[in-house]
């Protein structure tokens, strides 16, 4: 379970990436925030998020291997696996919140990130690092240590480090489920649109581009 940080510092690094012709695949690689946690599968952003994308007939689909409870340490033994069975273009990393919450030390973590990261780009799939974070009350030199974590584990590898989706969600309790930790079915919606316009600014071409005239 992961528990949200209310005040978020977000990083939103570069490159871009553009797509082919079919239809890519983006394998999201995450805890119960995109795991559905207390909600039907069919009621969570990311199967919410797959029903518009393909009512739009966007160039690109969701493959779901989130689980609640997941630390890098988990999803890295999964992946070779997970990779093993799915054709996949693209790797999205929403992970380290349990990590962090279990005070697991933050150069495991950066190295459980890189591996993953590098298992993904040997497959030629191209990845993008979601920013996690976690409460203050962990003291500020781990925060700060948490913190920069991802961010060096994005630049060194020269991936997209996107933000946390759960930043204007997580302040809101009318967004947040009783457990206080997990959004609610109404925050859902919220969640799709913002990843939906983070996903496209990534991945999809700029529009002009598109424009044949």
């Given at each position: 379970?992961?528990?949200?940080?209310?005040?978020?510092?977000?990083?939103?690094?570069?490159?871009?990436?553009?797509?082919?012709?079919?239809?890519?695949?983006?394998?999201?690689?995450?805890?119960?925030?995109?795991?559905?946690?207390?909600?039907?599968?069919?009621?969570?952003?990311?199967?919410?998020?797959?029903?518009?994308?393909?009512?739009?007939?966007a160039p690109y689909t969701l493959v779901n291997a989130s689980i609640s409870g997941e630390t890098?340490?988990?999803?890295?033994?999964?992946?070779?696996?997970?990779?093993?069975?799915?054709?996949?273009?693209?790797?999205?990393?929403?992970?380290?919140?349990?990590?962090?919450?279990?005070?697991?030390?933050?150069?495991?973590?950066?190295?459980?990130?890189?591996?993953?990261?590098?298992?993904?780009?040997?497959?030629?799939?191209?990845?993008?690092?979601?920013?996690?974070?976690?409460?203050?009350?962990y003291g500020d030199r781990y925060n700060q240590l948490f913190n920069q974590t991802f961010v060096?584990?994005?630049?060194?590898?020269?991936?997209?480090?996107?933000?946390?989706?759960?930043?204007?969600?997580?302040?809101?309790p009318e967004l947040m489920q009783t457990d206080g930790i997990h959004p609610n079915l109404a925050?859902?919606?919220?969640?799709?649109?913002?990843?939906?316009?983070?996903?496209?600014?990534?991945?999809?071409?700029?529009?002009?581009?598109?424009?044949?005239?």
């Amino acid at each position: 379970m992961l528990l949200l940080l209310v005040t978020v510092s977000l990083f939103y690094s570069k490159p871009s990436y553009s797509v082919q012709n079919q239809p890519s695949s983006i394998l999201i690689l995450g805890d119960s925030l995109s795991a559905s946690f207390g909600l039907k599968e069919n009621q969570g952003w990311v199967y919410q998020l797959n029903q518009t994308l393909r009512q739009q007939n966007a160039p690109y689909t969701l493959v779901n291997a989130s689980i609640s409870g997941e630390t890098t340490g988990g999803a890295l033994a999964r992946l070779p696996k997970i990779l093993a069975k799915q054709n996949i273009d693209y790797l999205l990393i929403e992970l380290g919140g349990n990590d962090g919450l279990r005070g697991f030390p933050p150069k495991l973590i950066k190295n459980n990130l890189l591996q993953i990261i590098t298992l993904a780009q040997q497959k030629n799939i191209k990845v993008l690092l979601m920013s996690i974070k976690i409460p203050p009350n962990y003291g500020d030199r781990y925060n700060q240590l948490f913190n920069q974590t991802f961010v060096e584990a994005a630049k060194l590898h020269d991936i997209p480090l996107l933000p946390f989706f759960m930043e204007t969600i997580a302040i809101k309790p009318e967004l947040m489920q009783t457990d206080g930790i997990h959004p609610n079915l109404a925050a859902q919606p919220l969640i799709v649109e913002f990843m939906a316009q983070t996903l496209a600014d990534i991945i999809t071409p700029p529009l002009a581009q598109t424009d044949s005239h």
